[in-house]
């Protein structure tokens, strides 16, 4: 009997028999401490148990996702990623009855493919693409209270639906034919997520949680809470770190972001003497040691330290140089961290020539082009 069919005879689905579990949340934990290769060996792992499932290659996926995550810079796991997102939705078509599958699985990897597109700066692509999560949605809505993992995927959508028609016009048309969102009600079920240690999504939840909070929702308070748990929960991570670290920054508590970041570009520079470096080399990337040193110079400038503010950003600028793709929207943030510094020191014309450039880029949001605060 093929795996598929033995698969859809089972009275538990395969995610929540306790063999399967077992693996694949030790995967889960895998990605987030960095471990990628142990990851890979628990997932073939899986593979050899129970034959090709989607499951297991939506994990996969997954797994080169968070790749890309950490380091934006580099197209390498692409082509890898998206051939797991296809396997994953041909085995969904072809053996898939259960509703955790159908509707889980379904809804989770289609919301990767949108991602996929986001994270390489195709906005417009992404929504358009979001439309196929509509079919999935009621299922969702239907087994969230009997399968946990679909308040995660629920919460997603209510939250972003809601963000993105408040915070961007432009998509006003495209999303008027999605069921409205609410951010209230996305954040609590992302919250009880990240709360329940048995649910698949716990750490997925505190990321996104952490992300919004820090970065949309403009809560550091409430985004220091889950970003040092991951960072402590995590500590190989530097994405969890970074982000604590900034969280630290935005309640003002500049020498904490600091001493918290800094371990992390002292490891960099020692394993990476001849930038750029990126991940499917080692655990060092550049283009986290950029947005690290970034972060750095904005601790000294707000403490008016200014000659080490500079010698931050120049760094910034110097490895941000070695790169040859960096996402726009970070990049642009960045821009004016430095120009704002440059500004404050009376260096007007460099201000105002890193908002030209920065404003000369088509694939920068308008709401980064804005004049500097003070």
Request: hydrophobic residues 40%.
């Amino acid at each position: 009997m093929c795996a598929c069919w033995a698969i859809a005879l089972a009275q538990t689905p395969l995610p929540y028999q306790s063999t399967y579990r077992t693996y694949a949340l030790e995967a889960l934990r895998a990605f987030y401490a960095m471990n990628f290769t142990h990851a890979e060996k628990l997932l073939n792992h899986l593979d050899s148990l129970y034959g090709p499932y989607a499951g297991t290659s939506y994990l996969k996926a997954l797994a080169y996702s968070w790749r890309i995550e950490l380091d934006p810079s580099t197209t390498w796991f692409d082509s890898f990623w998206e051939r797991e997102l296809k396997r994953t939705d041909s085995l969904l078509r072809c053996c898939a009855p259960h509703p955790l599958e159908k509707y889980f699985i379904g809804f989770a990897n289609k919301a990767l493919e949108v991602r996929r597109l986001y994270v390489r700066g195709e906005i417009m692509a992404s929504v358009w693409k979001a439309r196929e999560l509509l079919s999935l949605l009621d299922g969702i809505r239907k087994y969230a209270d009997t399968y946990p993992e679909m308040q995660f995927e629920l919460g997603l959508y209510e939250y972003y639906i809601d963000y993105f028609s408040k915070n961007y016009p432009i998509m006003r048309p495209l999303l008027y034919f999605f069921p409205k969102g609410n951010e209230t009600s996305g954040l609590a079920r992302l919250e009880r997520c990240a709360r329940d240690s048995l649910n698949y999504t716990q750490y997925e939840a505190a990321y996104f949680l952490g992300y919004i909070f820090l970065y949309q929702a403009k809560r550091p308070t409430k985004a220091l809470y889950w970003l040092e748990y991951l960072s402590k929960r995590f500590p190989e991570n530097p994405l969890f770190r970074r982000m604590w670290a900034e969280a630290l920054y935005q309640v003002g508590r500049y020498t904490d972001a600091r001493q918290a970041i800094l371990p992390w570009i002292e490891a960099y520079e020692r394993a990476c003497p001849h930038p750029p470096c990126y991940l499917i080399f080692g655990r060092y990337p550049t283009s986290e040691a950029v947005q690290a040193y970034g972060l750095l110079g904005m601790t000294f400038r707000e403490e008016k330290k200014y000659t080490e503010a500079q010698q931050a950003f120049q760094r910034m600028d110097a490895l941000l140089s070695t790169l040859g793709q960096f996402p726009a929207p970070t990049w642009a943030r960045l821009q004016r961290e430095a120009a704002l510094l440059e500004k404050r020191m009376g260096y007007i014309h460099a201000a105002e020539a890193r908002l030209r450039r920065l404003r000369a880029r088509e694939d920068v949001p308008s709401y980064l082009k804005g004049e500097l605060p003070d």
